[in-house]
T-cell receptor, first 111, second 112 residues
Framework: GESVGLHLPTLSVQEGDNSIINCAYS??????FIWYKQESGKGPQFIID?????DKRQGQRVTVLLNKTVKHLSLQIAATQPGDSAVYFC??????????FGSGTKLNVKP | DARVTQTPRHKVTEMGQEVTMRCQPI?????VFWYRQTMMQGLELLAY????????DSGMPKDRFSAEMPDATLATLKIQPSEPRDSAVYFC??????????FGSGTRLTVV
């Protein structure tokens, strides 16, 4: 349910490296998941989604992996760029009703 | 690109005043959410609508907050009376059941 944003975990990566951001979701009944990217002063921006009948989905430079057994979601970003620096949230959803957001991970890309 | 439009972008008001935030969802989107974001609590769901009908507003303090959709092009979130603890960024998001939801740029509310 609630997300706590006081102490965001931070992932620091070198430009050009791959990034992996992890998320543990709470409800085994969740059937739809979204990764959002939020830059400072902006609203969350949709990156990629995945439904529970899939375990992997690829987009442009991003891949989402879903492990329903352990209720774990990950976002992989290939060849990370400075523009990828942001806070990343996973969100879980049941039957396209309300979304619950994770607490977020701050990605810091070093040039 | 279609986008969710929120107004105002910034609002500073005195404690006790009424605040109204507006959201224009993307045309054709039948689901609208209101979220509040603070450093302490992260993103909290306040209310959401589907086909203009309120589905859940359990996250909203009922005594002072109200959310409405007078028509398909406008969603409003009202706080009366406002309190300093309401200071936050309020986001509106819209979407359909076929795709992820699009967020607006938010209204940054400061209650002094």
């Amino acid at each position: 349910g609630e997300s706590v944003g006081l102490h965001l975990p931070t992932l620091s990566v070198q430009e050009g490296d791959n990034s992996i951001i992890n998320c543990a979701y709470s409800n085994s009944a969740s059937d739809y998941f979204i990764w959002y990217k939020q830059e400072s002063g902006k609203g969350p921006q949709f990156i990629i989604d995945i439904r529970s009948n899939m375990d992997k989905r690829q987009g442009q430079r991003v891949t989402v992996l879903l492990n329903k057994t352990v209720k774990h979601l990950s976002l992989q970003i290939a060849a990370t760029q400075p523009g990828d620096s942001a806070v990343y949230f996973c969100a879980e959803n049941i039957n396209f009703n309300k979304f619950y957001f994770g607490s977020g991970t701050k990605l810091n890309v070093k040039p | 690109d279609a986008r969710v439009t929120q107004t105002p972008r910034h609002k500073v008001t005195e404690m006790g005043q009424e605040v109204t935030m507006r959201c224009q969802p993307i045309l054709g989107h039948n689901t609208v959410f209101w979220y509040r974001q603070t450093m302490m609590q992260g993103l909290e769901l306040l209310a959401y609508f589907r086909n203009r009908a309120p589905l859940d507003d359990s996250g909203m303090p009922k005594d002072r907050f109200s959310a409405e959709m007078p028509d398909a092009t406008l969603a409003t979130l009202k706080i009366q009376p406002s309190e300093p603890r309401d200071s936050a960024v309020y986001f509106c998001a819209s979407g359909t059941s076929d795709y992820g939801y699009t967020f607006g740029s938010g209204t940054r509310l400061t209650v002094v």
